[in-house]
């Protein structure tokens, strides 16, 4: 029997307006619309083989073959894929992290991305990059602005027709990095999945996703001006109003830990002595540090002496998910 394989690379993001809440959760249709930027030193690498010959689906993550719930969402994800074909091959799914595996950093972009698309390229789909955006989405809603290059942008969309990212700034356009202040290295206990379900639960989420295309524009408008000083106060703006939502949802979800709040204390009095630094906090306590690539060096050093930060990442702006 013939076996179809294919490997897939991609980058996970950093959201500068942040998807938090779905208008439709089995679609994985946003609330609202987001930008992100993906980021090149991070990668995640996976091979899709479709083989008759395997008894059942596999899926191997790190070299640690994955039961319950991760090989599940992974199955479910290639099944919609399968579907396209409409095949029922049994596939292995091999993929890898670049990066320090349980350093708390959220994968699940880089390996939706990469997974959509080695799994599209193992079957022969030859599909425009919307239709694999839109795919992505549907494994994990920002895996959706990992498929297109540099800075994307997710266009919240009414149907899954029309809700997908697209670039809207090459890597090359804005010499940024992204600091990541690794301070919890165990699992987060709430996933962004139970964490979207809950966001309409707080009275502050239809204020936030009203705002949102005013925000969207703003940082739009920032990174095509490439004004630091502009985004860094958009960017700030909306994590703290995503976390304002977390805290007050029912069950209150708090992400922050003692130290990401020192760190977001100390970006603002960084900033106050002039040292161009924004600070931006997905679902988990690990904080990212933007800043132009000149200050990277001092900001990480900065970072590194304070109290609580296991470990400091960094990364540029990044391209497209690629087979290879
Ligand atoms: C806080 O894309 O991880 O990082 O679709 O359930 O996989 P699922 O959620 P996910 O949510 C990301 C939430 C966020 C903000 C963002 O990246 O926009």
Request: charged share 20%; aromatic share 6%.
């Amino acid at each position: 029997m013939p076996i179809f394989s294919a490997t897939a690379t991609a980058n996970p993001n950093i959201a500068f307006i942040k998807y938090w809440g779905n208008s439709n959760t089995a679609l994985r249709l946003p609330a609202n619309g987001s930008i992100s930027m993906n980021l090149a030193a991070l990668e995640t690498r996976t091979r899709v083989t479709f083989d008759s010959s395997i008894p059942k689906d596999m899926f191997d993550l790190n070299g640690k073959r994955q039961s319950g719930a991760a090989l599940e969402r992974v199955v479910a994800h290639i099944n919609l894929i399968r579907g396209l074909r409409g095949i029922s091959t049994p596939v292995h799914v091999l993929s890898e992290n670049n990066f320090p595996t349980g350093a708390g950093i959220a994968s699940s972009a880089a390996a939706f991305a990469a997974l959509t698309l080695a799994a599209v390229g193992a079957l022969g789909l030859e599909l425009p990059e919307s239709n694999l955006s839109r795919l992505a989405r549907r494994g994990s809603g920002s895996a959706c602005r990992s498929i297109p290059t540099g800075f994307t942008e997710w266009r919240r969309g009414d149907s899954d027709l029309d809700s997908f990212a697209i670039s809207i700034a090459p890597p090359e356009h804005w010499n940024l990095v992204d600091c990541i202040a690794v301070v919890e290295e165990k699992e987060k206990k709430v996933g962004s999945t139970e964490g979207h379900s809950l966001a309409a639960s707080s009275p502050y989420q239809a204020t936030r996703v009203a705002d949102t295309p005013r925000r969207l524009d703003i940082c739009r408008n920032t990174i095509q001006k490439r004004d630091f000083q502009a985004l860094a106060q958009i960017v700030e703006l909306d994590s703290n109003m995503m976390h304002a939502v977390m805290m007050t949802s029912r069950p209150a979800l708090f992400f922050w830990e003692p130290a990401t709040l020192n760190i977001i204390k100390s970006v603002q009095s960084w900033r106050k002595t002039g040292i161009p630094a924004a600070y931006t906090v997905d679902a988990g306590a690990n904080i990212h540090v933007l800043c132009p690539a000149e200050n990277a060096e001092d900001v990480k050093r900065r970072l590194s002496s304070l109290p609580g930060v296991l470990d400091v990442l960094s990364s540029q702006a990044g391209g497209p998910a690629r087979l290879v």
